[in-house]
């Protein structure tokens, strides 16, 4: 009974063997065979790179460099006019904030609809749990351009408004919340993890006299913090990189998510210099939320991506 | 001595001691549950009769009351209380005053009550668990409860919608009220619409590109990664870079990169004395284009689940090789591919998945592009549904899509069930 809280099975091992063994590693060629994958490996950074390092600089060039034709490659001087110019025309605070919003109303949603799911169908055996596990698998079979059209006329016609009305959720968070809430992907990964936590410890806390409801929070939650967290970060990219969907319901420059409102600023034509810092500014977040939650991250991927 | 006889406080005692009326659900089989009240009266039931014959008789009370309180009724014969009144007329008041309690709720009736329990336990007889009905707090009712918020929710906003799909797709569909049913000829008109055609034809030009440019460079890049000792965190978050920036600034940028006289792409061309390319105006160059894009976003993130695979192989593998003298060619190509071949389908089948569904960069950086070169099913199913309002149409495109998909993502759907087994 040392360790009952299971962990992700995947990257389990700190680091494999590769294809050399260490006595191969100590010869010269080897070494020789290692330097050039490490170049490659930083070529190919530099490749994926690049693009992003253009977009910071072109944010930072008079529209006189930008728009001259050989292109300069590196802006004479780097003033942060254009960054004032895009601060003034989008307002990036209030789309931030409706991003935040959306995100965090999405993600608590998801996860707590989604664990409570998961842990009825394995742990609670409701009845047709395999029948409706297979239900919520179908939905990952369905592309969402199908969804995209009755979706949009529910929420026009959102028929559990006050006094059982229609009511239009259009422009609203609603409309944006709502759809991501249910998610059969967290659904299927958090049964699979709760298939491994052992019943024992669930009758144990019910003979100590917890109801399902205490067990539920008190034990499972908790036990299965490294999966949540990785579910959050997923499901918050997704949602905060989500721009069909906001496209089609959100129409009120007010309700605007980040990158809806930066796009409807491209739309209006600017020149591109004001619009790489657009860009870059509505980059950070995201750029930060790597860099903070980079294992999370790379674990998620790692447990993660054999489902997609 | 008078000669009182033990009487019960509760004035509806006799009606009770009738059998009781036993509820359908509790019947068993046999049907003849016969259950009754029990008479014989509870301690604290004597108490409350004794204090009440105290307060009614005023010399019940006597020296040998509280050693005799563990036979009640036995004591009660011996005890010489309510000389010169009638045991009627006291047991009637005493009732009265219980009654008058009990509706105030400062008594409350502690007779035993019919039991299931009751019943004499027959050995020879298995026990059958009763079919209760339905109760929202039952036990069976709570992992309903639990299931519920996302079942609510998956009814309100996937099933509804697939089904209010199909129904849509079978109507002229107008946003004002009057919608005519007009049985498949949506789909006839999608199956003769060339440029519906057109969109099907981008879709798998589009996954073939791309697997032919994105194919090996994650697969060659997890190796190299799994080989080098330093900087691979480092490493693994540069390449996650694009993965997780959203996907609106990488498509503007891009689309911005790939400008034809402004764009750095054909200033190196330039630089190189190449003749320039039209990339997103070309309808030869736009598809390519954009799956240059498209390459870019996802190459680090395959490489991180190759190389998360790639960790997963026993290394007993590699040194069984080596025993048997393989080089290290025969041992990538032996080996280590083959053990990717299982992710390297899984991946496949997610590019065909996204690739179909691809809407965004392409909207943003050709939105269809010229003479819908790089139209996809996507931006034609948007531009139907919300440029042209004809929601019947899109929604019949819609569900050949899905029917179009349904072979790949019944393959995927399989790998899932494989994996969540």
Sequence with gaps: ?308 | MADYKPFSIYDDDDEKKKSIQIPEEMKTRSGDLDLEIEDSPSRDDEKTRRELMNQLGGQASHPLEAAAEHKPSESLEKTPFLQGQSTETVEERVKEIVRRRKETGKVRDRRKVASIFDKPIEPDKPIRPGKAGWHPLSYRAQAFWFLFPALAFFLLFYLYPMVQGFDISLTHYSPLGKSVSVGWDNYNRAISDSLFWQTVVNAAAFTLISLAIGFWPPIVLAIFLNEITNGKGFLKVLYLLPFVIPAIPAANLWKWMFDEGFGVLNSILQALSLSPVGWLTDPRWALISIVLMFVWKNTGWFMLIYYASLQNLPEELYEAAELDGAGLWKKVFNITVPYLVPVMWILSIIQVLITFQIFTEVYVMTNGGPMHATEVIGTYIYKTAFGSMDLGYASAMAMLMFAALFLFTMVRFFQIRQVSR
């Design chain 1, 1 to 308: 009974m040392e360790n009952l809280t299971p962990a992700p099975n995947a990257g389990a091992k700190p680091t494999a063997r590769g294809v050399f063994s260490h006595q191969d590693r100590k010869k010269a060629s080897t070494r020789l065979f290692l330097l050039g994958a490490t170049l490659v490996l930083i070529l190919g950074a530099l490749v994926t790179l690049a693009p992003i390092v253009w977009m910071v600089l072109g944010s930072f060039k008079t529209p006189a460099e930008i728009y001259s034709v050989p292109q300069t490659y590196i802006p004479a001087d780097f003033n942060t006019d254009n960054y004032e110019e895009a601060l003034r025309l989008v307002e990036f605070g209030r789309y931030f904030l409706n991003s935040l919003f959306i995100c965090a109303c999405v993600v608590a949603g998801q996860l707590l609809i989604s664990s409570m799911a998961a842990y009825s169908l394995t742990k609670l055996r409701v009845r047709f749990a395999g029948g409706i596990l297979l239900m919520f698998m179908t939905t990952l079979m369905v592309p969402f351009e199908v969804l995209i059209i009755p979706l949009y006329l529910i929420m026009k016609f959102f028929p559990f408004g006050p006094d059982l009305n229609n009511v239009n959720l259009i422009n609203t968070y609603w409309a944006v919340i709502l759809p991501g809430v249910f998610s059969a992907f967290s659904i299927i990964v958090l049964k699979d993890f709760y298939d491994s936590i052992p019943n024992e410890i669930l009758y144990a806390a019910r003979i100590d006299g917890c109801n399902e409801t205490r067990v539920f929070f008190r034990f499972i939650l908790p036990m299965t913090k490294p999966i949540m967290s990785i579910l959050a970060v997923f499901s918050f990219v997704t949602t905060w990189n989500s721009f069909f969907w906001p496209l089609i319901v959100l129409n009120n420059p007010d309700y605007y998510p980040l990158v809806l409102g930066v796009q409807k600023l491209i739309d209006t034509g600017e020149p591109w210099n004001v619009v790489m810092a657009a860009l870059v500014l509505s980059t950070i977040p995201s750029v930060l939320l790597l860099l903070f939650f980079q294992k999370t991250i790379i674990r998620g991927i790692a447990y993660t991506g054999i489902y997609g």
